[in-house]
């Protein structure tokens, strides 16, 4: 390792390089330069070229905002199991597949009834509640069947059992509800425009936009102020320690798993009502890369980073391949639309290594 | 040094003799020897597992209930089906076919259920002497056997779905001819089937004289369809061409309602949405478009249609299950024409024979309609599409599958 940094230190290709410079800060700074440049020459092109209409760039502002609300949530549960165990539950998003694919035979009965109709607020808490408990249990049993077992094992390990969990996850409920598409029903209230002199926001993202962060204040809340949040940070700080001081771990870590599980199955609901189409056993596949993504972005382990990461995914989403990529004269723009995503992702993480609120992880906790 | 002359021409005996056994197999690429307790076995490859399982739950479904037709025997022999899970994708296909070629008593296949799939699965299959006939591969460089210009074709490759030249030139005269358009916008979502299908149309629609104003592409797994449909709301087109499946096929027609400017843009899709969930699954936003795809108008159809709710249930979840049976009996009748009876009661079924005289097939009356098979493997002609329009009834009642209201067949009698 010192060697390769001597070697490196001073010349790059034969080039001697400034003092304290090392190759692979040069390549990275130039790599800054060269997405930064991209990044303003697209947009100024899109800009001045005046093809979409302000209202146009509001609309995508908002879809970016609602969609993120969803990743947030999402993303919230891979925080915090990170924070607690330093491992990444890559079958959360299948926890979000359990409560979403489930609760949309309710949430058609309750259509179908005139439930819905009649008392809509009441209806949506009913759905969220059992999505959040159907989403709760299989995070609950997931954690007790495939990572307790292991968590004593080397990192990888839990990693691997999390993606066969995942498999087994999708393919459990395949087996429990078939292959096919289904869909929640729209509901009346959602379908309209909220409007501020000439902006118009459809009621269905503001709804998406508010119930995430009442969602997220609330854990907020639940993780700072409360006793077993300060239990949750105590563990997360370190184990042994707070094993010592009386804390039961084990029912900490289920503890962490069921809010993750809740948050998650209550955005199964969210995201559907936003959303109804697409409800299938696979539905959880791409919402989880993105919201783990959306982790990594805003700084895995912090709760208001995840919440940050997962709207700045949706609006740069949403918004980027039209603005940057269109600007730049790429056909097909919105195929590439993962590329603008996860070039934000490298560009977030090259300026700042530990995400937009991480903080530096001391060797031990890493 | 003469006892083990003697030992060589004794074991080449006994090898001679092995062959003339076996039943004088004559055929260039080789021979399948069924034992008199052997049964007929035929593979599938579909797409059992994966976003897409509904399409090999369809097929399988077709291929079942061919083979009850026929008693589940041929050759007075009991009919062995052996399925494996060829996924949508290149991976998928090449396991699923070194499966299939592993086992020598397999005679032809069924499948597979994706293009993507079949491009690596083919050449596996055709380097083993089988065959396989697909009931739902449409790309038109399966049965193109030009390599030069992207052509895949390789012998043993069959299918008894139709090439998506027929269906995308069939939406494009549509779409000008019946709803007036001039202009169009074309979604694919990256599968070379999508992409093939739009293709087809976009250049048939312009050829036409019509305008191409938006050729894009969404990815699988997108959610949010805001972003491509703002862009295309900034020409509107007159029809906006997607297709793509479920369930990015539910969220661009969903979304397509919010989005200021696509108000008076028609809708259209392919037989990938001609799904019986497709409508309820998309609710409001669904009523009005229009889907091209098979279209089976036979008493014999709505036969099929009640042995299938007899079996499965309910009705086939996707628009290739009556291909799938036709493929079956394709396979079927073929393999019955070639077998040679031997007298120690075995059967002799000759590889290139079988795939001559699946080659051969022509104007066998299936639930598709008449198939002919070219000398690339496809077997059907195209006639076999109709233009589906989703109304109320659909969405709303559960009722499928929709009304046809333009037939490819019908146009071409009053042509004639």
């Known amino acids: 390792m010192t060697q390769t940094r001597t070697v490196s230190r001073n010349k790059l290709f034969g080039i001697p390089l400034p003092a304290g410079h090392t190759g692979v800060d040069l390549i990275i700074s130039a790599l800054r330069i060269i997405i930064v440049a991209l990044i303003i020459i697209g947009a100024g092109n899109t800009l001045l070229e005046g093809r979409f209409t302000f209202e146009q760039w509001l609309a995508l502002l908002f879809a970016g905002l609602a969609q993120g609300s969803i990743y947030a949530l999402i993303a919230l549960g891979y925080t915090l199991v990170y924070g607690i165990l330093r491992m990444i539950n890559f079958a959360h998003g299948d926890v979000f597949m359990a409560g979403a694919f489930t609760t949309v035979f309710l949430a058609n009965s309750f259509r179908q009834s005139g439930f819905l109709d009649s008392q809509p607020l009441l209806a949506i808490l009913i759905l969220m509640g059992f999505a959040a408990l159907v989403s709760m249990t299989v995070a609950v049993l997931l954690e007790r069947i495939a990572y307790r077992p292991l968590r004593n094992a080397p990192r990888l390990v839990p990693l691997i059992t999390a993606i066969g969990a995942s498999f087994f996850i999708q393919y459990t409920f395949r087996g429990l509800f078939g292959s096919g598409f289904k869909a929640y029903p729209t509901v009346a209230f959602l379908r309209g425009t909220f409007s501020v002199g000439s902006i118009n926001v459809p009621i269905a993202q503001l709804f998406v936009f508010v119930s995430a962060i009442v969602l997220m204040i609330c854990l907020y809340w639940l993780v700072e102020r409360t006793r077993i949040g300060k239990a949750m940070r105590s563990v997360s700080e370190d184990k042994e320690v707070a094993t010592l001081m009386g804390v039961n771990i084990d029912l900490i870590i289920v503890f962490t798993f069921a809010i993750g599980g809740a948050l998650a199955g209550a955005a199964g609901v969210i995201n559907g009502l936003f959303r109804p189409q697409g409800v299938n056993f696979f539905m959880g596949f791409f919402p989880g890369i993105k919201a783990f993504t959306a982790a990594v972005l805003g700084g895995i382990g912090n709760i208001p980073g995840a919440m940050l990461g997962g709207m700045f995914l949706g609006v740069i989403e949403a918004i980027g391949p039209n603005l940057v990529l269109n600007g730049l004269g790429i056909p097909s723009a919105n195929q590439l639309k993962d590329v603008i995503a996860f070039t934000m992702l490298v560009l977030v993480l090259i300026f700042r290594p530990q995400g937009i609120l991480g903080e530096r992880l001391s060797a031990e906790k890493a | ?416």
Not at chain 2, 18 to 45: R, Y
Not at chain 2, 369 to 378: A, F, M, S, V, W
């Open chain 2, 1 to 416: 040094m003469l006892a083990r002359t003697m030992l060589l021409t004794a074991l080449l005996l006994v090898f001679v003799v092995a062959v003339q056994a076996d039943g004088h197999c004559d055929d260039e690429i080789g021979c399948v020897v069924l034992a008199p307790d052997d049964p007929v076995t035929i593979g599938v490859m579909s797409a059992l597992s994966g976003p897409v399982a509904f399409l090999g739950e369809d097929s399988v479904g077709g291929v079942e209930i061919a083979l009850n037709r026929r008693g589940r025997t041929s050759l007075g022999r009991e009919i062995e089906l052996i399925t494996e899970d060829s996924l949508c994708n290149a991976e998928g296909g090449q396991t699923a076919a070194q499966k299939i070629a592993s086992d020598e008593l397999i005679l032809g296949v069924v499948g597979t259920s994706c293009s993507g799939a079949a491009a690596s699965a083919l050449p596996v299959i055709s380097a083993a002497g089988m065959l396989m006939i697909s009931p739902s591969n449409t790309s038109p460089a399966l049965t193109n056997a030009d390599m030069d210009a992207g052509g895949l074709w390789q012998p043993g490759y069959y299918r008894t779905a139709h090439n998506d030249e027929f269906q995308g030139a069939m939406a494009a005269e549509y779409a000008m001819n019946e709803l007036g358009a001039a202009s169009a916008a074309t979604i694919h979502d990256g599968d070379p089937y999508t992409d093939g299908l739009q293709a087809v149309m976009a250049r048939t629609f312009g050829e036409m004289g019509g305008d191409v104003v938006f050729q894009g592409a969404v990815n699988k797994g997108d959610t949010d369809m805001t972003a491509i449909l703002t862009e295309i709301a900034t020409n509107p087109p007159d029809v906006l061409y997607f297709p793509i499946f479920e369930p990015e096929g539910n969220f661009v027609a969903a979304q397509s309602q919010d989005i200021p400017g696509l108000e008076d843009t028609i809708l259209m899709g392919a037989d990938g949405l001609l799904v019986a969930g497709f409508p309820a699954a998309t609710g409001e936003a669904a009523i009005g478009m229009y889907l091209s795809g098979p279209y089976l108008s036979s008493d014999d159809y709505s036969a099929f249609l009640e042995e299938w709710d007899a079996e499965f249930g309910g009705t086939p979840p996707s628009g290739f299950h009556a291909h799938a049976y036709d493929a079956a009996n394709i396979l079927l009748d073929a393999i019955e024409a070639v077998a040679m009876e031997q007298e120690d009661g075995s059967v002799v079924i000759g590889r290139q024979a079988l795939r001559d005289a699946v080659s051969a097939t022509e104007g066998h009356a299936g639930l598709t309609g008449i198939l002919t098979c070219n000398e690339t493997g496809d077997c059907a002609t195209g006639e076999a599409l109709g233009m589906y329009l989703i109304t109320e009834a659909e969405v709303n009642e559960g009722k499928w599958p929709p009304d046809v209201i333009w037939s490819k067949a019908e146009a071409m009698m009053d042509d004639m």
